[in-house]
């Protein structure tokens, strides 16, 4: 079809919740994309992360493709390899005890708030269920999940929201201990590298102390890792470089390689609070979402994992040498970047000209190219990027 003819048909019938740039993507393979006019693209966005083995990917396309053959979907009436298989992976590369699986990141944090508020609602000596988030977070846009996240725009217009979540400074131990000793709340939730607040990560210290606060006063610990988790901070999970064990982790994006998928892992704490009737999904654990997923979790080897670290260290020392790129936060292959003289918006549009697809964080410019992108791709993109920010 036509790309004037696709835009077209999207005006006129989808509801307009999304400014789009003025891309028609039509296929794409490797980290290289597409347009209906056959213009093609370095994917430094991922589809916001979510394409963690770029495209084509030949092992979880033949997993996907297999799974298909069998069982396309099930109830969780029923019992089902690939969720039971995928679950085992993560619990025993976590560290944590047991899985809870949704279809996207913004589901897992309303369960992992869920699981909060059961948890606070019946402790043994007294009730609490307020959730302190930070500033600049994102967790999502389901009611309690735009709460949680602090965006001035959306609490008005939504109102009333979802009671009992205070909002945190980031960075800021002291007011964290100050709200947690006048809020008693239940739970913590951040997320260790914030990536729409502009791809910043947290302070250690910072992170520690909140962990801290955690044990001493039983406050559970809420890791989003959606944007962050499955490899693409350089360590399967962020927080496993921040010498913290969280009580719930929640995924998304990137564990899917491109297919519907998210879920929280639940600690020793958390792992047993939810019971039957208590929540539920019709198509969490989806076989071929969780067939898919196996095969990322297979690949995340240490070697793997080496590779994106060093892959990560080749991009942001190259970047560091351009002219206009003032600092780099972030960690891994999940890079904010900024600019002097140019917002991150600024320079998608001119990337965008060039070939390469990034995305704004903020007043920063991000990068999330699937972990995969090779050699020759990651050149490619450093050309581009160098013609634009030199
Ligand atoms: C994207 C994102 C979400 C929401 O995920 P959806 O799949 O869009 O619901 C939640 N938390 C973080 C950190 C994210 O980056």
Redesign the pocket.
């Known amino acids: 079809m036509d790309r004037e003819k696709i835009k077209q048909l999207d005006a006129q019938y989808i509801v307009h919740t999304y400014n789009r740039y003025d891309v028609v993507v039509d296929h794409a393979c490797g980290a290289t994309v597409t347009d209906a006019d056959g213009k093609e693209y370095i994917d430094m966005c991922s589809g916001?992360?979510?394409n963690s083995l770029g495209y084509q990917n030949e092992k979880w396309l033949a997993a996907v493709t297999e799974q298909l053959g069998k069982v396309q979907h099930t109830s969780n009436l029923y019992y089902s390899e690939p969720g039971a298989l995928l679950a085992e992976k993560l619990v025993k590369k976590s560290g944590l005890r047991k899985v809870w699986f949704a279809?996207?990141?913004?589901?897992?944090?309303e369960a992992a708030i869920k699981v909060a508020r059961k948890y606070g609602n019946t402790a043994a000596d007294h009730k609490k269920n307020t959730i302190i988030s930070l500033k600049k977070?994102?967790?999502?846009?389901?009611l309690a999940?735009v709460t949680a996240t602090a965006l001035a725009e959306a609490q008005e217009v939504f109102a009333p929201l979802v009671p009992g979540f205070v909002h945190a400074e980031v960075d800021n131990a002291e007011q964290l201990a100050e709200l947690t000793d006048k809020y008693d709340p239940c739970a913590f939730l951040m997320?260790l590298v914030?990536?729409?607040g502009g791809v910043h990560a947290l302070d250690k210290s910072f992170v520690q102390s909140a962990a801290e606060l955690c044990r001493s006063r039983d406050i559970l610990f809420i890791d989003?890792?959606?944007?962050?988790g499955i490899g693409r901070t350089g360590t399967l999970f962020a927080y496993q470089q921040y010498g913290i064990v969280p009580d719930i982790v929640?995924f998304?994006?990137g564990i899917g390689a491109g297919l519907?998928i998210?879920g929280i892992i639940c600690g020793e704490k958390t792992c047993d609070i939810l019971v039957p009737g208590d929540h539920g999904s019709t198509f969490g654990m989806n076989p071929v979402a969780c067939a898919g997923a196996c095969v990322v979790m297979d690949t995340m080897t240490d070697a793997f994992l080496e590779e994106v670290r060093m892959k990560s260290e080749k991009i942001r020392g190259a970047l560091t040498e351009m002219k206009k790129v003032k600092q780099l936060d972030g960690l891994g292959l999940m890079i904010g970047i900024d600019l002097d003289g140019m917002s991150g918006a600024e320079a998608v549009s001119m990337l965008m000209e060039e070939g390469l697809l990034a995305i704004p964080a903020q007043s920063r410019l991000r990068l999330l190219p699937p972990l995969t992108i090779s050699e020759e791709e990651t050149d490619k993109a450093l050309k581009i990027l160098k013609r634009v920010l030199d």
């Open positions: 916001y992360a979510a279809n996207s990141g913004g589901e897992a944090n977070s994102f967790h999502g846009r389901t999940t997320e914030q990536g729409e989003d890792e959606v944007q962050a929640s998304a994006k519907p998210g």
